[in-house]
């Protein structure tokens, strides 16, 4: 009997002991090892609000302030802490109805019901006053401050860009990011955004029972203060930005002008654009979709991205390449042969110089002819894939058919045919009637205007460019850097002697009699130019090159009015100078011709219907 109780004493014990181990077994897990429900807990007294850095402005070449940042909150919620609350006042202090309160609500909670979301994006500040003074009533609810960009000018919108929340894609593939951060989308926003976004910093903050903040956890010692973001200094004059955006203010096209000698960007416009404020804020959703079903495309920056025939200005690269690989020389005359191709009248070009001026198609097909039908030196024999490659090696070696590296996302290369394209294409085979059309800037010759402008800098610097640029440096006032590669030549590799006779031709389509844009001639400025009239869809493309002054160059422009009847002299070269112009003097004295291409619509109605003619000027 004994026996027996005392081994029920045993077991008895044994299993307190057990329990006793497991309780305290648990109660060490609970305390050291799971931090669970100290989270929990810190999650009812502390509030972690990350402190969101001031974004870098962005200011023109002359100091100007493009952008800067307004102050707005977010109305964040944690959906556990919410109690009772009177929803017809919270609703009618945040401008919202009941039915978006319960669907934010439900939104909330199905993230997550312990970590805070944002309720309600980008407040302004005028908003948020009303309720601030109420947000004690509204337990589970506080505000996170943040800016938002602001665009005093109202222009420029294709350089500057927009910023936009980040999506999972994003934060997955950068761990920055967080959910309900914000990243530059396009522009220079986009391009700089490491640059310009500076770094987060966080501040933990004590909260009571009533969600009243009760000031620092242990007096800020794990807080880390946000850094602001650094300043870009642009190439742009803001000035002569809002002159090109009033031109194209009811036209499709696009102007872009350059420094020769810098590369530095002066203008840069898409038509039509947008106010870049729009895109800002809790309107941006709405004014996105009205823009991108926009039929006449807003959104599309179609100096980086739109790839048009370049018409007869690809005849000043042509001579130029024909006299390098010494087919022609600057002497070189051919017949205006309407046979080989349609041609306005004029008399027929005894040199490449006249060539440039009268732009005759003809003499560029011939032209062409022996650049493609070349003498292989490996076989002795005429090889139009020979010239072809050569040709297409020194078209790119002047921008074309290659990406340009200018400091803003989405450029496009052009395309400049070579042969394993028409091998495909023309399977049987292919020879220069085949691809003829290149030789005056149509067939499969495609550039982006920005490429064209480069190649007006190009000419105008006799034979080198600097990658064309949008900002000049960045940093703040006491140590501005700048990119190396915006400072750095880049030759074409064609002869230096044979430049000049391309700025002498260019000069005569301005300045002389049988040129075709006397409309662009600018007293006491000497420009030097060059038209052309692309086919497309619809009625032809207006295009016009040009750089001024003639000698020491300060301005190189490309313009592009789509769907513009008359040619490239009755449109696009009148147009670039009065850019040209405004650059120089600061003021345009052409006071009823500036009226009249302002005001002028000559563009075709969307949608295009009527097919493309055959008419090259």
């Not at 019901?113 to 601030?132: C, G, M, R, V």
């Not at 809002?242 to 036209?251: F, L, P, Q, T, V």
């Not at 420009?527 to 619809?538: R, S």
């Amino acid at each position: 009997m004994k026996d027996t109780f005392s081994s029920r004493r045993i077991t008895i014990t044994a299993i307190f002991i057990v329990v006793g181990i497991i309780y305290i077994i648990r109660l060490a897990h609970l305390q050291i090892i799971d931090d669970q429900y100290a989270r929990l807990a810190d999650r009812n007294a502390l509030r972690h609000v990350t402190q969101y850095p001031s974004r870098g402005l962005i200011y023109d070449r002359n100091g100007k302030l493009l952008v800067y940042n307004e102050a707005v909150y977010d109305l964040m919620v944690i959906p556990r802490q919410v109690k009772e609350i009177d929803t017809n006042e919270f609703c009618s202090l945040l401008k919202i109805s009941k039915e978006e309160f319960i669907k934010k609500m439900e939104k909330a909670k199905k993230y997550s019901s312990y970590s805070p979301s944002t309720f309600e994006k980008q407040i302004s500040k005028e908003d948020f006053a009303p309720l601030q003074e109420k947000l004690y009533k509204f337990e589970g609810f506080y505000a996170q401050s943040r800016t938002l960009r602001f665009y005093p000018d109202s222009v420029a919108c294709h350089i500057l860009g927009y910023i936009g929340e980040v999506n999972e894609k994003i934060i997955e593939e950068n761990p920055y990011y967080k959910k309900g951060d914000y990243i530059g989308m396009s522009g220079l926003e986009k391009s700089y955004e490491e640059i310009l976004r500076g770094q987060k910093g966080s501040k933990i903050t004590l909260v009571d029972v009533h969600n009243r903040e009760k000031g620092s956890f242990q007096d800020g010692m794990y807080d880390t203060l946000a850094i602001a973001g650094q300043n870009l200094y642009s190439t742009i004059d803001i000035e002569l930005q809002k002159y090109a955006e009033k031109i194209m203010a009811n036209k499709r096209g696009c102007i872009v002008a350059i420094e020769p000698s810098t590369g530095e960007i002066l203008c840069f416009v898409s038509a039509p654009y947008y106010n870049p404020n729009l895109l800002v804020g809790r309107i941006r959703g709405k004014n996105y979709k009205k823009l991108s079903e926009d039929i006449s495309k807003p959104l599309f920056n179609r100096v980086l991205m739109a790839e048009y025939p370049p018409g007869s200005i690809f005849k000043i690269a042509q001579s130029l390449i024909a006299l390098d690989m010494g087919v022609i020389t600057p002497n070189t005359g051919f017949g205006c042969d309407k046979g080989l191709v349609g041609c306005h009248n004029h008399p027929s070009a005894s040199s490449v110089r006249e060539a440039i001026k009268m732009s005759c198609n003809p003499y560029f097909y011939r032209v062409f002819q022996r650049v493609v039908q070349r003498t292989n030196p490996n076989t002795g024999k005429i090889d139009s894939k020979y010239g072809l490659t050569q040709w297409n090696e020194a078209a790119k070696r002047m921008g074309f058919g290659t990406r340009l590296d200018i400091d803003l996302p989405n450029a496009r290369k052009g395309y400049i045919p070579d042969t394993t394209f028409y091998n495909k294409w023309y399977p049987s085979g292919w020879n220069f009637y085949t691809i003829y059309s290149n030789s005056i800037g149509q067939g499969e010759v495609g550039v982006i205007p920005l490429q064209m402008a480069n190649f007006a800098a190009l000419v105008a610097n006799r034979g080198w460019f600097i990658s064309p640029h949008i900002v000049r440096n960045f940093g703040d006032e006491t140590q501005k850097l700048k990119y190396k590669k915006y400072s750095e030549k880049h030759y074409s590799m064609i002869a230096s002697n044979y430049w000049d006779i391309a700025v002498e031709g260019m000069y005569g389509v301005v300045h002389e009699g049988g040129g075709t844009a006397r409309r662009a001639r600018i007293e006491d400025i000497a420009v030097c130019g060059k038209t052309g009239t692309a086919e497309n869809i619809g009625d032809d493309h207006s295009v016009f090159i040009c750089f001024a002054p003639k000698n020491n160059p300060q301005i190189a422009v490309a313009v592009y009015i789509e769907n513009a009847q008359g040619g490239g002299g009755t449109w696009a070269a009148p147009i670039a100078s009065l850019i040209v112009e405004k650059h120089i003097r600061g003021t345009v004295e052409r006071e009823e011709m500036e009226k009249y291409y302002i005001e002028t619509n000559p563009c075709q109605p969307l949608p295009l219907k009527r097919k493309i003619k055959t008419k090259k000027k």
